[in-house]
């Protein structure tokens, strides 16, 4: 299998999920833009790291999801998308009554709003290139609820019903969207939150990653960025090419619960 001659853009793609996803794709030989809205030194040595690492063309392009014409920028600078990944995620927690609601609107922009843009803007791009690859980081939450997380809930099923929509749309085109749906990834901000939760209960670390962080996922393992990565990289490949509309949930069984 080899993406030789496809470009993907990662969004929100310099650490965590977007990273491995980076990484994966490169292997499998795709040329990579790497976004978040940052544009720091480490930023494009991570996007050399990319390209030394795999051989591939590997670029930087600083954008921030949660500003429409940004996100319809990023796809412009890049020029050409294959493979687009929207990623770029943030979370806040609280009650809904006390949700701050400037925590509302950069959840529905950052995590929703931005993947609207991107497609709109990509969608012609890969018509041009006869090509096409929407894969969507939604979340187990895309599909399921927890409480206090209502900004990111709806988002992550807003995600979901326009991925649809997205397939729908191209389904008489080779070209498909999907939806991937990762239960709990240890990501740095996923491990960030192992210390305080061992604190707050009184727990060892491990203990707070089983009883707490993994509770609803039944594996009791996280899933890693590599496999978030392979699965978008099986989205990619001819096997999956009628594959459309759907939602793939790498979640140690948390949806079937
Ligand atoms: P992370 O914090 O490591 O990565 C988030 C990425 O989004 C970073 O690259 C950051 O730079 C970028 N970003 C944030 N705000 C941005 C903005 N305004 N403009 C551009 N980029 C921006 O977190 P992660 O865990 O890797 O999350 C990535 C995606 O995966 C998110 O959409 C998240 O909802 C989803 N997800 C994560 C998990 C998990 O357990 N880690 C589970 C399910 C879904």
Redesign the pocket.
Known sequence: MTLKGKTAVI??????????VAHELAKAGADIVI????DTDEDHAIAKDIADTHGVNCRYIQ?????AD?CRALIEKAGVCDILVN?????HVAPIDEFPEGKWD?II???MS?AFHTTAAALPLMRKAGWGRVIN?????GLTASPFKSA?VAA?HGVVGMTKVVALETAKEPITANAI??????????EKQIPDTAKKYGMSEEEAVEKVLLERQPSKE??T?EQ?GGTAVFLCSDAAAQITGTTISVDGGWTAL
Do not use: E, R
């Open positions: 969004t929100g793609s310099n650490s965590g999920i977007g990273l491995g976004n978040s809205f940052t954008a921030d999801m949660s500003k940004q990623n770029a995620g943030i979370q950069a922009a950052i995590n931005s980081v939604a979340s187990a939450h990111y992550k749906c990762p239960g709990y990834v240890l990501t740095p901000l996923v996280f899933a960025t978030i």
